[in-house]
């Protein structure tokens, strides 16, 4: 078994998660977008996007390194690689974006603070990925001996459409809002949120 192929039920079963939804940004700070990230989303955009490679990269990447960029890149984001904790627990597989407090680029250390799914069409699929994926992250974090993050956060997004999640005390709280890629001040508020917390 893999990331991708756990469902809800599967985590709650495997893990003991239990899921729930509710508001998480209600008071957000939004974030002016930057003309240059304006300026590469409107490229991405009419280049097309028409596999989940392609939108990672023209749409999500431009974000993430606005972020960085805004965060002095006090921050590492791996992209595509794997996140191999437990293969006997399933929790192995490649994940699109994972953010960490480590400044090391060469393999993924610890702390893992988000995770970013990005899927073609398939958001609520992406959900359940990315739930997965946190467990990992939180069980890396711990044989990492990083246990000082109790808050992890991921999201599933579609480049236009995205939906956060957060993982704390084995609940695993979906956002009941999702924000589309027009509202893209609330999506960098909701993200530099993350980032400082």
Request: charged letters at 25%; glycine letters at 6%.
């Amino acid at each position: 078994m893999a990331y991708s192929e756990f469902t809800s039920v599967d985590l709650i079963k495997k893990f003991k998660v239990k899921f729930e939804a509710k508001e998480l940004f209600a008071h957000l700070k939004e974030q002016v977008p930057s003309p240059w990230l304006l300026e590469a989303l409107q490229k991405g955009k009419e280049l097309g996007f028409g596999s989940e490679k392609s939108r990672s990269e023209r749409l999500v990447t431009p974000i993430l390194l606005e972020l960085s960029s805004n965060n002095n890149s006090s921050f590492s984001v791996y992209s595509g690689m794997n996140l191999d904790v437990d293969e006997k627990l399933g929790l192995r597989g490649e994940c699109d974006f994972i953010f960490s407090h480590s400044r090391i680029q060469d393999f993924i250390t610890a702390p893992i603070f988000c995770i970013t799914e990005a899927k073609k069409q398939n958001l609520e699929g992406g959900t359940i990925q990315c739930a997965a994926q946190l467990i990992g992250a939180k069980k890396f974090n711990e044989l990492e001996g990083n246990k000082a993050i109790p808050i992890l956060y991921g999201c599933s997004t579609t480049g236009i459409e995205w939906r956060f999640l957060k993982y704390e005390n084995n609940i695993i709280t979906i956002d009941e809002s999702r924000y589309l890629l027009t509202e893209l001040p609330k999506i960098l508020g909701i993200l530099q949120f993350i980032i400082e917390s």
